[in-house]
């Protein structure tokens, strides 16, 4: 865009810096507007104007903060996937097998219904050719934590005798296939979870179902 303001963050003069309460201030609003209008039009939807005028500030000053809508959408897609791995709670590793493992099915169907989960899928979805693969992988970084976690708490409860697996890697898909049924297959393939909560009692035959097949008899 021609004549259009183009300075990065990292170049915000000193005097600027000391303004950082009301610089991080716009930051946020611009974040939460971008965010909002890119779940509603894509990326190709939603040009600068249209995020100057929800959010309220210039676009002089949202090229200054971000260079580019590009690195925008970028920093909207690590917003959610920052917020999605804080959201994931490992269970306390004092409490018995069945205990950790209810808890970890808990956690786990939250972070699949979780409205930044379904958001993040959904802007990956409209991520345009030449940033897809970019958000693909941010998105993928977001879920390998999910997943991460519960294959340690599965081998954490292993190296205590209180399970036994051949290998881990399908401990984990059995995990997700018994505790979260269809929301479990879609974390699996990329895709996202069911639409409604996964009612408790399923959780806890997830878990007895697991125990079954991987717990010491």
Not at 7 to 22: D, F, G, M, V, Y
Not at 30 to 36: G, P, V, Y
Not at 168 to 181: E, H, K, R, Y
């Amino acid at each position: 865009m021609a004549g259009t303001p183009d300075t990065p963050e990292t170049t915000l003069s000193k005097h600027e810096q000391a303004k950082r309460p009301l610089w991080l201030k716009k930051r946020a609003a611009i974040l939460d507007s971008a965010e909002q209008l890119f779940l509603e039009d894509g990326f190709a939807g939603v040009p600068i104007d249209r995020i100057s005028e929800v959010s309220g500030i210039s676009k002089t000053t949202i090229y200054k903060h971000f260079g580019a809508k590009e690195a925008l959408f970028r920093e909207v897609i690590e917003r959610k996937v920052s917020a999605l791995s804080d959201k994931i709670n490992r269970p306390d590793p004092q409490a018995a097998a069945e205990e950790q493992l209810l808890a970890l099915a808990r956690a786990t169907a939250a972070v699949l219904m979780d409205p930044d989960f379904m958001a993040l899928h959904r802007m990956m979805l409209a991520a345009p050719g030449d940033l897809a693969e970019l958000i693909r992988w941010q998105y993928e970084v977001g879920m390998q934590s999910l997943l991460t976690t519960i294959a340690q708490v599965i081998e954490g409860l292993s190296r205590h005798g209180e399970i036994h697996f051949d290998a881990l890697d399908l401990a984990v898909q059995d995990f997700l296939s018994l505790t979260q049924g269809a929301g479990g297959s879609a974390l699996r393939s990329g895709g996202t979870g069911t639409a409604s909560s996964i009612p408790e009692p399923l959780l806890r035959r997830g878990v007895a179902n697991f125990l079954k097949i991987y717990g010491r008899s």
